[in-house]
């Protein structure tokens, strides 16, 4: 896979993104601020086929994993994903009362669709690949980069967002999980412009190498 697939990938990715919140600020006339869990809810339920779908094209041993059988991986890391994320955002803080329950469901599910599902898809269980991606983050190949980057990058972007939350500002974006969601998809949708450049720079360097 090279470039052009890469930006495929993280084009179409972005798109969705887009579509997401021109539905919601102009056919349900929601958005994060007003309506956090609804947004989220339809961020993830565009996303969740577009990311499943183009990350399963990828699929490591595609000769003994098929297409669905890494659909299928990527349907089920969605809500377990989702439930150790949340677990942790709980333990680092996160409101629990029942007024903040479904925010913090479909903000799991969103941040578990940028950063586990793609690896899930791509990866399934191998512990090898996971570790090396998340633990040790050295990836190394393009599938690597475009799994590895942008899920740092949503992490990454939701811990920033948090920052502003315990200042005694008294504004409504500081309300859990309005600005944590804005720094993850901020950080996500930078990551994916990065790992795209890394995939070219990568693939000029090979190419040069070869000449």
């Known amino acids: 896979m090279g470039a052009a697939d890469s930006s495929v990938t993280h084009l179409i990715c972005g798109l969705g993104l887009a579509v997401s919140f021109w539905l919601a600020h102009n056919l349900l006339s929601i958005t994060l601020l007003s309506h956090p869990s609804n947004t989220l809810r339809l961020i993830w339920v565009i996303e969740c086929p577009i990311v499943i779908l183009l990350y399963s094209r990828y699929r490591q041993n595609s000769q003994q994993c098929s297409y669905l ?7 089920l890391a969605l809500p377990l994903g989702a439930l150790v994320i949340a677990l942790g955002a709980i333990v680092l803080g996160a409101p629990v009362s029942n007024q903040y329950l479904p925010k ?6 969103m941040m578990s669709l940028f950063a586990v599902v793609p690896a899930a ?7 090898t690949d996971w570790q090396r991606i998340f633990g040790y983050t050295k990836p190394v190949g393009p599938i690597d980069f475009m799994i590895c980057l942008p899920a740092h ?7 920033f967002g948090a920052w502003p939350m315990p200042l005694d500002w008294e504004r409504p974006w500081q309300e859990w999980p309005i600005c944590v969601s804005y720094g993850a998809i901020a950080g996500y949708v ?4 990065a790992s795209f450049g890394f995939v070219v720079v990568r693939g000029t360097i090979q190419h040069t190498k070869r000449d």
């Open 69 to 75: 059988k890494a659909v299928g991986r990527g349907i």
């Open 104 to 109: 913090t469901i479909n903000w799991s599910l």
């Open 121 to 127: 898809s791509v990866f399934g269980s191998s512990w």
């Open 153 to 159: 990058g949503a992490v990454i972007g939701a811990w």
């Open 190 to 193: 930078l990551a994916m412009v």
